[in-house]
């Protein structure tokens, strides 16, 4: 039976959801499991949207569920479930070991080390509840529509507002003792519109917030206008002749490009030699300039967390200093592999922070002199085993260390060694709202494809 102890919100409290983790973990063991683990959450969200001030959508989830893996020896199997009776999490663990005595044997398959499991939990101030009611949601979005409506008379059509809360709970356990409990919160507002000119040419463009604690969003209007304004300064777009030139990368498209790293460096491209960065372990990769740290212990981080999927404890460490690649992102099966040890990476990077500069926005610009600033970019042009990138931009043109019009249907495209390599300048215009927190990036020259 479900917990009976919740939350004000209605969930339940990451201690009472122990005892139902323990019970898969005890009907593994009783049914000749050498090992086992489990992981059970539940959550709770709401979303709006709104456009043209009339409600297109509302949204309450609500859900849950129990995912669990048993090993018999190097045998696995895994089972998931959302009755979480004692009937259903009885058939969950049954099919769980019925899949692993028919799987072959994988000698690099099993639980994390005991002697690497976190044992230091402290609280990141991930969890800030938004007590928003569904009235009070649509209300907030309708003001972010409205102002980016009256941001230009040019403004004359919106793709909508919507606001977005979410709160979770959860927790993973393992035969070896270990226990790791994790609640957290997100909430994001935003906004696009689309402006025309008089020749019936239009542009679109957004904006938005997000974070854990909706006190530290930014004012509905204040979104509103920023979507208004971005959208109004792309009326008058170009396209480019094909040329060599530099690209500035505004920080939500750098935090793609640093992207791109994470699955060159990550376990699984590393065993099956699918990266574009095999051996290049101590070697320059980057820029001299460019320092790349997992910093997991942020508070309200987006990606904060004391321990990956595997219940490893994470750390501070650098992967990238001045330019020179220090380390890989491994969970145990992939470092196995390798004949190398974890690196709490099971699940990806836990908040990558890059260095930076003291120029603003405007500094590089002018150091930029003549070049293209990135906005946007499109499609998924980029191969992790060569590192060739070409991907569809749009943004401004700059001269003489102004921006001079706007740029359309533009392609830009190189070597993303190259590309890391040719790093000039990092911007002090830091953007903490992802798991990748990094400014502006001038990269020195790229090739730019147009008419």
Not at 20 to 25: A, H
Not at 233 to 259: C, D, E, K, N, Y
Not at 273 to 285: E, G, I, Q
């Amino acid at each position: 039976m479900s917990p009976a102890l919740t939350s004000a919100d209605g969930l339940p409290l990451t201690a009472d959801l122990e005892p139902l983790v323990q019970r898969v973990l005890d009907a593994a063991r009783a049914a000749g499991a050498t090992q086992a683990e489990a992981s059970l959450s539940h959550s709770r969200g709401l979303s709006v949207s709104v456009r043209k001030g009339e409600v297109e959508s509302l949204e309450f989830q609500r859900d849950r569920g129990l995912s669990m893996t048993v090993y018999f020896g190097h045998r696995k199997g895994s089972a998931s479930t959302g009755d979480l009776s004692d009937g259903g999490i009885r058939q969950a663990v049954e099919a769980a070991c019925a899949i692993a005595r028919l799987t072959e044997e994988d000698p690099f398959s099993g639980l994390a080390d005991a002697a690497r499991l976190a044992t230091r939990f402290p609280d990141l101030q991930l969890d800030h509840p938004w007590d928003v009611t569904a009235d009070q949601a649509i209300e907030l979005a309708r003001a972010c529509e409205a102002a980016a409506l009256a941001t230009d008379a040019r403004i004359t059509q919106s793709e909508g507002a919507g606001l977005s809360t979410q709160r979770g709970v959860s927790i993973y356990a393992n035969s070896h003792g270990f226990v790791g409990r994790r609640s957290g919160t997100q909430h994001s507002l935003s906004c696009a519109v689309i402006a025309a000119e008089s020749n019936g040419n239009m542009q679109r463009d957004y904006w938005y917030d997000g974070n854990r604690n909706a006190a530290l969003l930014d004012d509905a209007a204040a979104i509103g206008r920023r979507a208004g304004e971005r959208t109004v300064a792309r009326l008058g777009a170009r396209r480019l002749s094909t040329r060599t030139a530099p690209v500035l990368f505004v920080p939500q498209m750098a935090r793609g490009v640093f992207g791109h790293l994470i699955g060159a460096i990550s376990g699984a491209a590393l065993y099956r030699r699918a990266s574009f960065l095999l051996d290049h372990l101590d070697k320059p990769v980057f820029s001299p300039i460019v320092t790349l740290e997992q910093q997991p212990f942020i508070p309200g981080g987006s990606s904060s967390s004391a321990f990956d999927q595997e219940g490893v404890a994470t750390s501070q460490r650098v992967l990238v200093e001045a330019g020179v690649l220090r380390g890989w992102l491994l969970g145990s099966y992939s470092a196995r592999k390798l004949g190398l040890a974890t690196t709490g990476n099971a699940g990806g990077v836990y908040n990558l922070v890059a260095s930076h500069g003291t120029q603003g926005f405007d500094e590089l610009i002018r150091d930029m002199g003549e070049g293209l600033v990135v906005t946007e970019l499109m499609g998924q042009g980029v191969n992790g085993v060569t590192g060739d990138y070409s991907r569809g931009a749009a943004g401004f043109w700059v001269e003489n260390g102004q921006i001079a019009y706007p740029v359309e249907n533009a392609t830009i495209a190189g070597n993303l060694l190259d590309i890391y390599q040719r790093i000039v300048a990092l911007g002090a215009d830091v953007d903490t709202r992802a798991n990748i927190r990094c400014g502006s990036m001038l990269v020195e020259a790229m090739q730019i494809a147009g008419e």
